[in-house]
């Protein structure tokens, strides 16, 4: 079984080689790694240049000209991946040397499953430790009978460690470009809706904390997150679940609504997407507040 993995890499010139080294050195041979850096404006693209050339090949490298977020670069990488397993490695975190062996033997013995998620030691900055990321709410989602519950209320498996079958993640149609980089919430949700899903109770990845994670630091976090609930609001499938996701958008407004107050107004993007919280406004006097606030402040 031919594993696609793909490594979206932005201004990681550190870490960048820890993470393509611990993919090639894998115990599964069978590996199609794809790197795609994302017009970095470190030294991350000839840091990965001489990969290639040290290697003499060994992974597809694909060098952006202009920045297009994540969401961008994963979909560029689920296009043309060859295998018929499919896998995101971030370029400052690195694989367990059988952390792709393990994942295939759980699908070999789980052909009905679409998905499968695991768990991370966590390295803060360079220390790696034996921390694991998972807490006790998060691995007790895979003994729900029903998860979505708790996944639509926050709690979401680390899409980091997952496996996906690429014909699954196509048939979905990928991650949503609307978005730039909320692709944890929406993802697992659909994955689950797909077919079955897989937990591997053991870490299969170092996952890397600093300062300039994307999750940290990325300011659209906060709007894609409302542009995926209004979107899972749609979805005949979630039908059951229509209260509860409205409650976790008006929240998801309201978190919105406090950003512009401490941040005298945001961006116009931020107070564009804060415009369609009307429809809530009535339902908390908070929201109404910041509304009236910034509601109108288009410009």
Same mark, same amino acid.
């Given at each position: 079984?031919?594993?696609?993995? /793909?490594?979206?890499?932005?201004?990681?010139?550190?870490?960048? =080689? +820890? &993470?393509?080294?611990?993919?090639?050195?894998?115990?599964?041979?069978? %590996?199609?790694?794809?790197? !795609?850096?994302?017009?970095?404006?470190?030294?991350?693209?000839?840091? %990965?240049?001489?990969?290639?050339?040290?290697?003499?090949?060994?992974?597809?490298?694909?060098?952006?000209?202009?920045? &297009?977020?994540? /969401?961008?670069?994963?979909?560029?990488?689920?296009? !043309?991946?060859?295998?018929?397993?499919?896998?995101?490695?971030?370029?400052?975190?690195?694989?367990?040397?059988?952390?792709?062996?393990?994942?295939?033997?759980?699908?070999?013995?789980?052909?009905?499953?679409?998905?499968?998620?695991? @768990?991370?030691?966590?390295?803060?900055?360079?220390?790696?430790?034996?921390?694991?990321?998972?807490?006790?709410?998060?691995? *007790?989602?895979?003994?729900?009978?029903?998860?979505?519950?708790?996944?639509?209320?926050?709690?979401?498996? /680390?899409?980091?460690?997952?496996?996906?079958?690429?014909?699954?993640?196509?048939?979905?149609?990928?991650?949503?470009?609307?978005?730039?980089?909320?692709? @944890?919430?929406?993802?697992?949700?659909?994955?689950?809706?797909?077919?079955?899903?897989?937990?591997?109770?053991?870490?299969?990845?170092?996952?890397?904390?600093?300062?300039?994670?994307?999750?940290?630091?990325?300011? =659209?976090?906060? =709007?894609?997150? /409302?542009?995926?609930?209004?979107?899972?609001?749609?979805?005949?499938?979630?039908?059951?679940?229509?209260?509860?996701?409205?409650?976790?958008?008006?929240?998801?407004?309201? *978190?919105?609504?406090?950003?512009?107050? @401490?941040?005298?107004?945001?961006?116009?993007?931020?107070?564009? %997407?804060?415009?369609? *919280?009307?429809?809530?406004?009535?339902?908390?006097?908070?929201?109404?507040?910041?509304?009236?606030?910034?509601?109108?402040? +288009?410009?």
């Amino acid at each position: 079984m031919l594993v696609s993995i /793909i490594i979206p890499s932005y201004n990681h010139q550190h870490y960048i =080689t +820890q &993470s393509i080294t611990s993919v090639l050195e894998q115990t599964w041979p069978k %590996i199609d790694l794809i790197v !795609i850096d994302d017009a970095s404006t470190d030294d991350s693209a000839a840091v %990965i240049d001489g990969i290639l050339a040290e290697r003499e090949g060994g992974f597809r490298f694909i060098k952006r000209k202009r920045n &297009s977020g994540l /969401i961008s670069s994963l979909n560029e990488g689920l296009a !043309i991946a060859d295998g018929q397993y499919f896998c995101e490695l971030a370029s400052d975190d690195f694989l367990l040397r059988d952390s792709i062996e393990k994942r295939v033997r759980f699908f070999t013995s789980h052909q009905e499953h679409v998905a499968l998620f695991a @768990d991370a030691f966590r390295v803060k900055g360079e220390t790696e430790t034996c921390s694991c990321v998972l807490d006790d709410k998060r691995r *007790a989602l895979f003994r729900q009978h029903d998860p979505l519950s708790s996944m639509l209320s926050g709690v979401r498996p /680390i899409f980091a460690t997952g496996m996906f079958r690429t014909e699954t993640l196509r048939k979905i149609g990928g991650f949503d470009p609307q978005y730039r980089c909320y692709e @944890d919430l929406e993802m697992p949700v659909l994955l689950w809706l797909a077919g079955k899903v897989g937990f591997l109770d053991e870490p299969v990845l170092c996952r890397r904390e600093h300062a300039t994670n994307v999750s940290s630091t990325t300011s =659209t976090i906060r =709007t894609d997150k /409302i542009l995926c609930y209004e979107k899972l609001s749609r979805n005949p499938d979630l039908a059951a679940y229509a209260s509860l996701i409205r409650y976790q958008l008006r929240r998801s407004y309201l *978190a919105l609504g406090r950003h512009l107050s @401490d941040h005298g107004g945001g961006n116009a993007y931020e107070r564009r %997407i804060f415009q369609n *919280a009307w429809g809530y406004a009535l339902q908390d006097v908070r929201l109404l507040w910041h509304l009236l606030k910034w509601g109108r402040k +288009q410009n």
